[in-house]
């Protein structure tokens, strides 16, 4: 092997490395395009945002206007909700149930669950301790799941009051995932680590060790699939039925934050979305690019940036929607369903 690569003269080396250079740019750079399709949500920029799993809906959340739920198919208006007409509390985690019943949102210390069909006040919920990283909740609006600022995950039955806390996690969680039905969740912290496990029992079914503390995780709805990514550069799609490796992202950014993830419905394609408006579109099976966007800044700000908060899947329009900091709901056509 030695002798073999010895041989190899500094012209061959050199036109590999362009061939490497020409295939990746073609990949990321060629692919850009512009929305076809842009619906302003909050006039002065968004601070969270997430769309509905089928993209019928988007909840923003706004210093102005506390969380408004959007219909995605009407663009109307539907309902403007804060935790409370005196309180200064700002709304910053946002969940829609995969069934479309439910919402939650969340401040430091509160969170509230709404009915998105009647968009009725469902409960509120005060914490003692820490405050509110992220949020999420099941179908029928059944189970809640909050991770709060001293490592704890809490998982509340909401119907009977049951409540689990999951304390695996030795720092600081950044990212929160639930499966429809409530029974399973992926936590992912500080401390290099994201956590499947069961929210019946608080045990850990399977624990993804990363080089850099865990900045995102994601679950395929139909439980195919965990995505996990640190804050360098590995982001993992991992097999939940093996707890084994599927793929990693295909780039070569020294550091690559997402701040938005999701499945399609049959689990082939993952969308992401990340703070500096990048948009990109992935094949599961070997990680490697699709297509590539960048969402628009809000006009006027400075510098021209713009935070993807979520992103969606509308299948029967062959498009991705997505939501970010600029307040802008923005629709990309796909260049194939495949």
Known sequence: MVNFFGSLTSKVLQSAIVAACLIFLSSCGLEKSTAVLTIEHASRGAFSAVISNNARYSLISSIEHGAMLWDNQSHGLLYQWRHSESSDELIHSLAIADDNSTAVTAADTTLA????????????????????????????????????????????????????????????????????????????????????????????????????????????????????????????????????????LQYMARQKIFSAVRFNDDATLLATGSPNRELVLWKVADGTRKQTWRVEPREGSRPKSAVVFDVAFQDEENALITESSSGLLEKFKRVDKS
């Open 113 to 248: 669950i709404w009915d998105i069909q009647t968009g009725k006040n469902l409960g509120y919920y005060q914490i003692n301790e820490g405050t509110i990283r992220d949020v999420a909740i099941s179908n029928k609006g059944k189970y809640l799941l909050y991770a709060t600022s001293n490592n704890i995950v809490v998982h509340l039955n909401l119907e009977n009051g049951r409540r689990i806390e999951f304390l695996g996690h030795q720092e600081n969680i950044n990212s929160i995932a639930m499966s429809p039905n409530g029974h399973f969740a992926l936590t992912g912290g500080n401390d290099y680590s994201a956590y499947f496990w069961d929210t019946r029992s608080g045990q850990v079914i399977y624990r993804f060790n990363h080089p850099s503390r865990v900045t995102k995780v994601a679950l395929d709805n139909q439980g195919r699939y965990a995505f996990t990514a640190d804050s360098m550069k590995k982001a993992s799609i991992w097999q939940l039925s093996s707890g084994e490796i599927v793929t990693q």
